[in-house]
């Protein structure tokens, strides 16, 4: 099985330099909302965003949201065209697109649902890319992923009759897609914490953390990080025996694997760990969740980060969008979504 072998794997970046650890997340302004997820901005220039399923709008940051539109299942992703047209994902694999008001448009029904939507994107007025990390609803994919081999992943051309045509399979946990300057669609894995073309050509690789959705701004990219990458994980790959009994003995919700919250449990492996000094968590703590944006430039180098560390809460970023002049950024841990200021330029590195 080829992900036990460390010369498979990429060397991971350190956190230093446009990586080192910072408080930009947990000092940024916030919202709170329920259960978010995915965001976008729409077409007259309002942000979206996901919470359940209902997605939510803002006219402009502060303002209480209204209800955009209301589904029947939680969403899972979000994407707007330039003319207006929004994708929405949604938990179970559905998908439908809607009219910049809200109202669900005819077509777009795929001849089978994915397993799931975990990320879309315009490709055209009338053809959508769509990114299927390959888990179910009910498989808990931050536990299950960092340790399958299995390339189950695709991405998947969708026009509004209806009609597919694959355009990526056996990827390992896809879990977004954007378009580079080139016209190239680049997709990032999970696990392999790297950002690959779907020709096979690898973008960029070795990112310190398990990698979520990217997302252009205006100096290069912004990748939503659900965890960085925890080096135990990455030294277990090479014990054979332990992973085995892991897996055979004990649920996966409770394996040696990346968390969405900071919560402590005497249910969760080695959390004491996490615990110095008269029982404050130290932000260099070792710690299964943590909060992280990696911002590039178009070569998809590091230029800049925003963390939350070991004693934050702002965990588990979902998704990141550039609203204005702003990096808007989702915590699933706080239940937030987080105004971070401008990007980073790349002068001020």
């Given at each position: 099985?080829?992900?036990?072998?460390?010369?498979?794997?990429?060397?991971?970046?350190?956190?230093?330099?446009?990586?080192?650890?910072?408080?930009?997340?947990?000092?940024?302004?916030?919202?709170?909302?329920?259960?978010?997820?995915?965001?976008?901005?729409?077409?007259?220039?309002?942000?979206?965003?996901?919470?359940?399923?209902?997605?939510?709008?803002?006219?402009?940051?502060?303002?209480?949201?209204?209800?955009?539109?209301?589904?029947?299942?939680?969403?899972?992703?979000?994407?707007?065209?330039?003319?207006?047209?929004?994708?929405?994902?949604?938990?179970?694999?559905?998908?439908?697109?809607?009219?910049?008001?809200?109202?669900?448009?005819?077509?777009?029904?795929?001849?089978?649902?994915?397993?799931?939507?975990?990320?879309?994107?315009?490709?055209?007025?009338?053809?959508?890319?769509?990114?299927?990390?390959?888990?179910?609803?009910?498989?808990?994919?931050?536990?299950?992923?960092?340790?399958?081999?299995?390339?189950?992943?695709?991405?998947?051309?969708?026009?509004?009759?209806?009609?597919?045509?694959?355009?990526?399979?056996?990827?390992?946990?896809?879990?977004?897609?954007?378009?580079?300057?080139?016209?190239?669609?680049?997709?990032?894995?999970?696990?392999?914490?790297?950002?690959?073309?779907?020709?096979?050509?690898?973008?960029?690789?070795?990112?310190?953390?398990?990698?979520?959705?990217?997302?252009?701004?205006?100096?290069?990219?912004?990748?939503?990080?659900?965890?960085?990458?925890?080096?135990?994980?990455?030294?277990?790959?090479?014990?054979?025996?332990?992973?085995?009994?892991?897996?055979?003995?004990?649920?996966?919700?409770?394996?040696?694997?990346?968390?969405?919250?900071?919560?402590?449990?005497?249910?969760?492996?080695?959390?004491?760990?996490?615990?110095?000094?008269?029982?404050?968590?130290?932000?260099?703590?070792?710690?299964?969740?943590y909060g992280l944006v990696i911002e590039t430039d178009v070569d998809m180098a590091p230029v800049g980060?925003?963390?939350?560390?070991?004693?934050?809460?702002?965990?588990?970023?979902?998704?990141?969008?550039?609203?204005?002049?702003?990096?808007?950024?989702?915590?699933?841990?706080?239940?937030?979504?987080?105004?971070?200021?401008?990007?980073?330029?790349?002068?001020?590195?």
């Amino acid at each position: 099985m080829a992900w036990f072998s460390p010369k498979h794997a990429s060397p991971s970046m350190p956190l230093e330099g446009a990586l080192g650890p910072n408080d930009r997340l947990e000092e940024a302004s916030a919202m709170a909302i329920v259960a978010p997820d995915a965001l976008c901005v729409g077409g007259d220039g309002a942000l979206l965003a996901s919470s359940g399923a209902s997605v939510l709008r803002f006219a402009h940051w502060g303002d209480d949201p209204k209800v955009w539109a209301r589904f029947d299942a939680p969403v899972t992703a979000l994407c707007a065209s330039p003319g207006g047209r929004v994708a929405v994902g949604m938990r179970g694999g559905d998908l439908v697109v809607c009219a910049a008001s809200g109202e669900p448009l005819s077509g777009w029904a795929p001849p089978s649902r994915p397993r799931a939507v975990v990320d879309a994107l315009f490709l055209s007025e009338d053809e959508l890319a769509v990114v299927d990390h390959g888990y179910g609803p009910d498989e808990p994919i931050l536990s299950l992923a960092p340790w399958d081999a299995t390339p189950r992943g695709q991405v998947v051309a969708l026009s509004r009759s209806g009609a597919t045509r694959v355009l990526a399979a056996s990827l390992h946990c896809p879990m977004g897609a954007v378009v580079a300057p080139n016209g190239a669609l680049v997709v990032s894995e999970f696990e392999r914490s790297r950002l690959i073309e779907i020709s096979g050509r690898v973008a960029q690789a070795g990112f310190p953390a398990y990698l979520g959705r990217p997302r252009r701004i205006a100096n290069g990219y912004a990748l939503a990080c659900p965890s960085r990458r925890d080096p135990l994980i990455d030294f277990l790959k090479t014990e054979r025996e332990f992973v085995a009994r892991m897996k055979a003995t004990i649920d996966p919700r409770h394996w040696i694997a990346p968390r969405m919250t900071p919560e402590f449990s005497h249910d969760f492996p080695i959390e004491l760990g996490a615990t110095r000094l008269f029982g404050d968590v130290k932000p260099w703590a070792p710690s299964f969740s943590y909060g992280l944006v990696i911002e590039t430039d178009v070569d998809m180098a590091p230029v800049g980060s925003a963390h939350s560390r070991a004693n934050g809460f702002r965990h588990a970023i979902s998704d990141v969008a550039q609203w204005g002049a702003d990096l808007i950024a989702v915590s699933r841990a706080s239940g937030e979504i987080l105004r971070l200021g401008p990007a980073v330029s790349i002068d001020e590195r």
